[in-house]
């Protein structure tokens, strides 16, 4: 019943860009914290960005800030990722996942994505 599922991966050139989309089901997303998070092979699943329900107050890692925007549209209960200026390190699957009200940079989310590929490569 509690589904995201995500879209907008693919490949791209080194300083591209990229839009990831999490569509929630079964739950309002202007109720939830939506985190991104990310892995590479061989990797710990890292946190990238959160928005917060309560204000929307958004949260970025020093790896991606400057860089990505998370951002939430409520009418059509997709939360976004904007990626800009990609390098190659970027390059993991990308998930996206939701908590009740108030984000965190560990791994307490309830629902999870079934993530995404992004390769920035040349």
């Known amino acids: 019943q509690l589904q995201l599922v995500e879209s907008g991966g693919g490949l791209v050139q080194p300083g591209g860009s990229l839009r990831l989309s999490c569509a929630a089901s079964?739950?309002?997303?202007?109720?939830?914290?939506i985190g991104w998070f990310r892995q590479a092979p061989g990797n710990e699943r890292e946190g990238l960005s959160c928005?917060?329900?309560?204000?929307?107050?958004?949260y970025y890692a020093d790896s991606v800030k400057g860089r990505f925007t998370v951002s939430r549209d409520n009418a059509k209960n997709i939360v976004y990722l904007q990626m800009n200026s990609l390098k190659p390190e970027d390059t993991a699957v990308y998930y996206c996942?939701?908590?009740?009200?108030?984000?965190?940079?560990?791994?307490?989310?309830?629902?999870w994505g079934q993530g995404s590929q992004v390769t920035v490569s040349s």
């Open positions: 928005i917060s329900s309560s204000d929307d107050t958004t």
């Open positions: 079964g739950f309002t997303v202007g109720y939830y914290a």
């Open positions: 996942a939701a908590r009740f009200r108030y984000c965190t940079p560990r791994l307490d989310y309830g629902v």
